[in-house]
């Protein structure tokens, strides 16, 4: 089924505007942090909820699905108590009488408007997982949603998967009040990009605290798992397809892991006079901020200290980053089934993640891993990364298919890649 799905993707490479929308947005990486951090956004929320809680209940009737917002109990980046938000979707396969195949947790990718995340009514990928009979539960992350007002933890693994385990527990306890149920044997876990780092921080902290979590198979697509190594790759090569998301990198890093450095010593004009605007406002796309960046040479908005490798700002950025490296430190369990895409010419996020990340699961004994890097060519006007994410969303469908012993749940015409 892989073969064929790839075949004919590879064939065509023909996209309508719903599922291009659901690439270009489906890739990417974001960002956050204040110029100046006021000492009230480090402080956790006062009012943390005790249990979860919905928020509202949506029925979209062209998507044939029903969308239940939430509120649940999680922590910040700073591991302080925080209330965080989520969504869950479910089709109308799925009721009180029918239950659901299994659960989906979606991580979702880069975001930089606050109105893209999951609980403001971007769904565009969950829309399409909801038709396999699978109940998605999609965290929005900290900084958007209920805290929204918060800087965003872009590329901080550790918060996010804590963000996404958190949504996963709290859906958990809400769906059976709801009536709904579901093959508790079945958890898939995935995301793409900013998605795809989530999703094996996920594999991670469950391996490390949530015995009674099993993950069926985790997806993970252009995921940067290896954080210093990406920083290392950008510097070097100088260039990067996405400003955006190096400059959010920086900026999540210098707050949340306490770097305190000043943002003149990291970036130079016009961008350093910008980035308020540009990106703690939250109201541009990365595309709108690359635009504004104007350049992809990293030497038009990074200061000389931090392109030396060998400065004092690199060495604390290099430290910083390496702490959050899913490339070492932790033991995963020797059953898990991974999947992991890359495009070997990425330049959004460095390919060299794959690679290392493969290479330190086989030798940590994982034994059920399957490794697609390769140049698999570029649709007309995306990048190399955005097009890793058709061939990550074709792997993921069939072997979703395969593992639930099922038939692809829509039709190849309809999304015209035939």
């Known amino acids: 089924m892989i073969i064929n799905l790839l075949s004919t993707t590879m064939k065509k490479l023909k996209l309508n505007l719903w599922m291009l929308a659901a690439i270009l947005t489906f890739s990417g990486i974001t960002l956050f942090t204040s110029c100046s951090v006021d000492d009230s956004s480090l402080r956790s929320d006062e009012n943390v909820v005790q249990e979860p809680r919905i928020t509202s209940t949506v029925y979209k009737a062209e998507s044939k699905m029903t969308v239940i917002n939430f509120e649940y109990p999680s922590t910040d980046p700073f591991g302080k108590p925080a209330t965080l938000s989520g969504t869950i979707t479910i089709g109308d396969e799925v009721n009180a009488s029918a239950p659901a195949r299994g659960l989906m947790l979606y991580n979702h990718y880069t975001e ?65 009040t709801l009536g709904y149920s579901w093959n508790d044997d079945i958890l898939f876990n995935g995301g793409y990009s900013q998605g795809g780092q989530t999703s094996m921080a996920v594999v991670r902290l469950i391996a490390e605290k949530y015995p009674d979590l099993h993950i069926t198979c985790t997806f993970a697509g252009g995921g940067s798992y290896d954080i210093p190594e990406t920083y290392r790759q950008f510097i070097q090569s100088g260039v990067t397809d996405m400003p955006s998301s190096v400059i959010s990198v920086l900026l999540a890093y210098n707050e949340y892991f306490s770097l305190g450095i000043p943002l003149s010593e990291i970036f130079i004009e016009p961008t350093l006079s910008h980035i308020d605007e540009w990106i703690f406002t939250k109201k541009y796309s990365s595309a709108e901020i690359d635009r504004r960046v104007g350049s992809e040479q990293i030497a038009a908005f990074a200061t000389p200290a931090l392109l030396n490798l060998e400065s004092d700002l690199s060495k604390r950025y290099f430290e910083a980053l390496d702490k959050d490296n899913l490339c070492k430190g932790w033991t995963p369990r020797k059953d898990e089934k991974i999947i992991l895409v890359h495009h070997e010419k990425d330049r959004t996020v460095p390919v060299a993640n794959a690679v290392n990340m493969a290479a330190f699961l086989k030798a940590q004994g994982v034994e059920n891993l399957t490794v697609m890097v390769g140049d698999f060519g570029q649709l007309q006007n995306l990048t190399a990364h955005e097009s890793g994410a058709v061939i990550f969303v074709t792997t993921a469908i069939s072997e979703v298919c395969k593992i639930l012993g099922i038939s692809v749940w829509f039709k190849l015409s309809d999304l015209n890649l035939f």
Do not use: H, R, W
């Open 112 to 176: 930089y408007c606050a109105d893209q995340c999951p609980s403001k009514g971007n769904l565009s990928v969950q829309k399409f997982i909801c038709g396999s009979g699978l109940i998605t539960i999609s965290a929005d992350y900290y900084g958007f949603g209920s805290t929204e007002d918060k800087p965003q933890a872009y590329c901080i693994s550790s918060a996010n998967a804590q963000a996404s385990v958190d949504a996963l527990l709290a859906a958990k306890k809400l769906l059976p």
